[in-house]
Nanobody, 126 residues
Framework: VQLQASGGGLVQPGGSLKISCVAS????????MGWFRQSPGKAREFVAG????????RYADSVKDRFTISRDDAKNTVFLQMSDLKPEDTAVYYC????????????????????WGRGTQVTVSS
């Protein structure tokens, strides 16, 4: 199983960036997907999650109304569109996959997710 995140980079405050994560080795259609981030000296935190159908999404309060998570099952890819970026959004962003379960996912719990990517750096600075 591999989760390969890409698309990170340097962006000015107020700018936008879209990062992607391609999954291989799993039946992507059935998996809940999540994005987490970790800033230097801080614990990794939940950013956004999307259900297997794509109809259900969840966001951390800090990114609500600025970030949008989406998925393309035909390409085994999950996206995170980030807008109105702030310096505090600077972090390494990780995608994660949660296998199908017979219950609602615990979106923000790291232990919920079975597979993790290596992360992509997003830096918001002028």
């Amino acid at each position: 199983v591999q989760l390969q995140a890409s698309g990170g980079g340097l962006v000015q405050p107020g700018g936008s960036l879209k990062i992607s994560c391609v999954a291989s080795g799993i039946d992507f259609f059935y998996y809940v997907m999540g994005w987490f981030r970790q800033s230097p000296g801080k614990a990794r935190e939940f950013v956004a999650g999307i259900g297997s159908s794509g109809h259900i999404t969840r966001y951390a309060d800090s990114v609500k109304d600025r970030f949008t998570i989406s998925r393309d099952d035909a390409k085994n890819t999950v996206f995170l569109q980030m807008s109105d970026l702030k310096p505090e959004d600077t972090a390494v962003y990780y995608c994660a996959a949660d296998r199908p379960r017979n219950r609602s996912p615990s979106w923000s719990r790291e232990s919920e997710y079975d597979y993790w990517g290596r992360g992509t750096q997003v830096t918001v600075s002028s």
